[in-house]
C-alpha cells in the first residue's frame, strides 16, 4: 500500500517563500513520477509541478522562475520550494505519485497554502 503525506503547510505573506515535503512509503519500484497539484476554492484541480524518477522536470505556466520540484530517490521524498508567492497561490496543495509500471496513481491528504497580500 503506497501512502503520501506531506509537510504543514502555511500562511505566508506575498512575495515570501515557503517549502513543501512529500514523503512516500510503500512499493514504488519502477519508473513514477511524483509532483505537486493544487485546487483552489471553485476551482478544479490543476498540474504545478512533477518529476519523474529521471530527474524529468515540469511545471505549470503560471509557477514557472518562482517554483522548484525536487526529489530524493533514496528517501522517497519529493519538495517543492515556492518563492515570491502570490495571492492567487492560495490553494490546498497536493502530492502525487504516478506509476507508469502499473498505472496506478496516489495522493497525499492535502496541505493548505494561504498568501496574504
Same mark, same amino acid.
Given at each position: =500500500?503506497v501512502q503520501l503525506v506531506e $509537510?504543514?503547510?502555511?500562511?505566508? =505573506?506575498?512575495?515570501?517563500?515557503?517549502?513543501?515535503?512529500?514523503?512516500? &512509503?510503500?512499493?514504488?519500484? +519502477?519508473?513514477?513520477?511524483? @509532483?505537486? #497539484?493544487? =485546487?483552489?476554492? +471553485?476551482?478544479?484541480?490543476?498540474?504545478?509541478?512533477?518529476?519523474? &524518477? @529521471?530527474?524529468?522536470? *515540469?511545471?505549470?505556466? &503560471?509557477? %514557472?522562475?518562482? #517554483?522548484?520540484?525536487?526529489?530524493? *530517490?533514496?528517501?522517497?521524498?519529493?519538495?517543492?520550494?515556492?518563492n515570491n508567492l502570490k495571492p492567487?497561490?492560495?490553494?490546498?496543495?497536493?502530492? *502525487?505519485?504516478? &506509476?507508469?509500471s502499473t498505472g496506478s496513481d496516489?495522493? +497525499? %491528504?492535502?496541505?493548505?497554502?494561504?498568501? $496574504?497580500?
Amino acid at each position: =500500500q503506497v501512502q503520501l503525506v506531506e $509537510s504543514e503547510g502555511g500562511l505566508v =505573506q506575498a512575495g515570501g517563500s515557503l517549502g513543501l515535503s512529500c514523503s512516500v &512509503s510503500g512499493n514504488i519500484a +519502477g519508473i513514477h513520477r511524483m @509532483g505537486w #497539484f493544487r =485546487q483552489a476554492p +471553485g476551482k478544479d484541480r490543476e498540474l504545478v509541478a512533477t518529476i519523474s &524518477s @529521471g530527474g524529468n522536470t *515540469n511545471y505549470a505556466d &503560471s509557477v %514557472k522562475g518562482r #517554483f522548484t520540484v525536487s526529489g530524493d *530517490n533514496v528517501k522517497h521524498t519529493v519538495y517543492l520550494r515556492m518563492n515570491n508567492l502570490k495571492p492567487e497561490d492560495t490553494a490546498v496543495y497536493y502530492c *502525487n505519485l504516478y &506509476s507508469w509500471s502499473t498505472g496506478s496513481d496516489y495522493w +497525499g %491528504k492535502g496541505t493548505l497554502v494561504t498568501v $496574504s497580500s
